[in-house]
């Protein structure tokens, strides 16, 4: 696969509320599938759920094993291809560690957010640096009202975020997934337009 280099996570934890205190998200169901399906179009190496909570696992569980084993699997064959890719994990760590036994190296770490940080990136400087395919690299997809800032200050590239024409900024994890995955993998334009 072209970008298999390239892993993504959505996170629900940790993640933040709107008073940024520290919070568990809730899995949801159109996220599988709304983020799987673009991450198999664009050939990335995988998809992790990052959730902590014992009866949010159960659910997402069942619904891997619904598609890749159950009915599912028989029903869509194609929604089963782009839910091979999805791994379900308890923290970002253990996200990192499974990638680092596929690979044989330590993933850099890029953050999305809504606001600029120091290590802000543009996506044609990512997009270059993942072209050459010397690193490894875990994109993370906040939830809630995104994630700690003290986790995106720790990333090694923050994704400069995606505006509007206005000032309202609250799109959803799988438009943003959806987005992000477009300008940095996209066939259909060139780095110099993005």
Known sequence: MENSHVFISVVHY??????KKWIV?????????DIARPARTYELGGYYIVQPLEAQQFVISEQIKYWLEGFGSKFNPRRSE????VRLVSSITE???????????????VATSAKRYPQTI?????????EK???????????GWG????LVSSCD??????LGPGDYNHLSVRNAAAIIMDRLFSVNRSVENI
Request: without cysteine.
């Open 14 to 19: 940790p993640a933040v509320n709107k008073d």
């Open 25 to 33: 998200t809730s899995f949801t169901t159109l996220d599988f599938h």
């Open 82 to 85: 782009a839910a091979k890719l």
């Open 133 to 143: 395919k010397d690193d490894i690299y875990l994109i993370l997809f906040g939830t």
């Open 157 to 162: 590239y923050v994704l400069e975020p995606i």
């Open 95 to 109: 996200a990192m560690k499974d990638i680092e036994q596929k690979t044989g190296k330590v993933p850099k770490l």
């Open 122 to 130: 543009s996506y044609s400087e990512l997009r270059k640096k993942m």
């Open 147 to 150: 994630m700690p800032e003290e």
